[in-house]
């Protein structure tokens, strides 16, 4: 496996052993590169190259903190804000919730061109287990209209079962 173009090839064995992020999260994704205004119409549109970042604890903390104060946090998680929020914000929103819901150990999310997999690690008396869904874009349109009625004020955000 090459790491990097040019790079000497590397044993999957040393490159898993080095990636590890016990404290945060580590998001892979295709991004558009050299980009330029000039030249031929391929060009113009660049390459498409993965890019990888980890994000510890304290950044996922001051994301939060962050999108919090732009949505105007006043009226809380569950409550509908001025924000105008756009479809991977209510997507991950939705997905969320669901995730909520299962109360999994672990998670492994992909997305593309807006459906996604989720793979939850499960922990039970038998022990753990892995559950696979997917959810289309038409899934989670169908997840975020009915999202006003999982709102009711008896209601707890992260179960759905009344509060009590």
Known sequence: MRIYEGSP???FEEVFRSIE???GFIVQGLVFAGASGSGTWSESIGSQVK?????LDDDIARFMDEAAARRGSAAGPAQASTHDAGYYETAFRVLGRYMDEQ???DVFFFEQEGAFVVRLLQGGQAGSRHELAEF????????VSSGPTLRQPNRTPASGTPAG
């Open 9 to 11: 090839r590397q044993d």
């Open 21 to 23: 992020a016990p404290d």
């Open 51 to 55: 890019e990888t970042l980890t994000f």
């Open 103 to 105: 109360k999994p150990k």
């Open 136 to 143: 289309t874009r038409d899934d989670i349109l169908r997840m």
